[in-house]
T-cell receptor
Framework: DAKTTQPPSMDCAEGRAANLPCNHS???????VYWYRQIHSQGPQYIIH???NNETNEMASLIITEDRKSSTLILPHATLRDTAVYYC???????????FGTGTRLQVFP | NAGVTQTPKFRVLKTGQSMTLLCAQD?????MYWYRQDPGMGLRLIHY???????AKGEVPDGYNVSRLKKQNFLLGLESAAPSQTSVYFC?????????????FGQGTRLTVV
């Protein structure tokens, strides 16, 4: 099973881009990278996922390196409501189970 | 649509008591999961199910049992509750697609065992 490594915490000024890194050096060729976030004690919320191409949706962009050993989640214009714990997850095998790590606590400040 | 609904939202148990947590989803999802989250930690997978009538162990299955008799419901049982099972429990569901899909989470059940 691929594991992910994320910095425990990051800060970002409101209105600026938040770039959250993730290392997944043992990822397999058919494993996807997922990002979720958890605001306070709510249930986690899906943000985005990708295989090898960069992806963008209304919430964020996902940049995956060519060797797929790392990725970056980009929140283009962070707001105070983006303060949360962000989890980078690699999909395990074909059963689609999601194994969470400890995540990055993003603090957006005014 | 209600999405993923967990029942109950809060519960206090005495050590040794049993209880069942119910997770219901109305999205016709094949996959369902149970996680626990302890203070300051990430979510840990307890059990999961890839379809009606099937279940599998996750990272921390000991002390829990599950059943998926209907596609829309996933039950998590504690036969003899222990203080170490005090936690917030989250249920999730997802479709099975080769390209990968998002999982939808419930709002959690806060369980305290005294």
């Amino acid at each position: 099973d691929a594991k992910t490594t994320q910095p425990p915490s990051m800060d970002c000024a409101e209105g600026r881009a938040a770039n959250l890194p993730c290392n997944h050096s043992t990822i397999s060729g058919n494993e996807y990278v997922y990002w979720y976030r958890q605001i306070h004690s709510q249930g986690p919320q899906y943000i985005i996922h990708g295989l090898k191409n960069n992806e963008t949706n209304e919430m964020a962009s996902l940049i995956i390196t060519e060797d797929r050993k790392s990725s970056t989640l980009i929140l283009p214009h962070a707001t105070l409501r983006d303060t949360a714990v962000y989890y980078c997850i690699v999909r395990v095998g074909s059963t689609d189970k999601l194994i969470f790590g400890t995540g990055t606590r993003l603090q957006v400040f005014p | 649509n209600a999405g993923v609904t967990q029942t109950p939202k809060f519960r206090v148990l005495k050590t040794g008591q049993s209880m069942t947590l119910l997770c219901a989803q109305d999205m016709n999802h094949e996959y369902m999961y149970w996680y626990r989250q302890d203070p300051g930690m990430g979510l840990r997978l307890i059990h999961y199910s890839v379809g009606e009538g099937t279940t599998a162990k996750g990272e921390v299955p000991d002390g829990y049992n599950v059943s998926r008799l209907k596609k829309q419901n996933f039950l998590l049982g504690l036969e003899s509750a222990a203080p170490s099972q005090t936690s917030v429990y989250f249920c999730a569901s997802s479709l099975h697609r080769a390209r990968g899909t998002e999982a939808f989470f419930g709002q959690g059940t806060r369980l305290t065992v005294v």
